[in-house]
């Protein structure tokens, strides 16, 4: 059974930092690449940062660059984010999905809110 559960969200105020993790299992983590997406209320979920099966490949939306940062580690089937220096446009639901050609796997979310 895939499972990909998030994890880590909550309420901090600007300019703080949250990790947030991302655990799967059910299927091959390591043959996966990994991918943020954030959906704030009445907007589309965008993708924040992905990172490649190995971890050798990374990229990030221009909104976050500099401030976010993706890893992973395949020996935990468990994928991270480091959002340091946030900000109230941060405050989203944040989704964690496993991506390999047209199979992929959501989790159900984790919320971040910022605010003072």
């Known amino acids: 059974q895939v499972q990909v559960v998030e994890s880590g969200g909550g309420l901090v105020q600007p300019g703080g930092s949250l990790r947030l993790s991302c655990v799967a299992s059910g299927f091959t983590f390591s043959s996966y690449a990994m991918m943020w997406y954030r959906q704030a209320p009445g907007k589309e979920r965008a993708l924040v940062a992905s990172?490649?099966?190995?971890?050798?490949?990374?990229n990030y939306a221009n909104s976050v660059k500099g401030r976010f940062t993706i890893s992973r580690d395949n020996a935990k089937n468990t994928v991270y984010l480091q959002m340091n220096s946030l900000k109230p446009e941060d405050t989203a639901m944040y989704y964690c999905?496993?991506?390999?050609?047209?199979?992929?796997?959501w989790g159900q979310g984790t919320q971040v809110t910022v605010s003072s």
């Open positions: 999905k496993a991506v390999r050609g047209k199979s992929g796997y």
């Open positions: 990172i490649s099966s190995t971890g050798g490949g990374r």
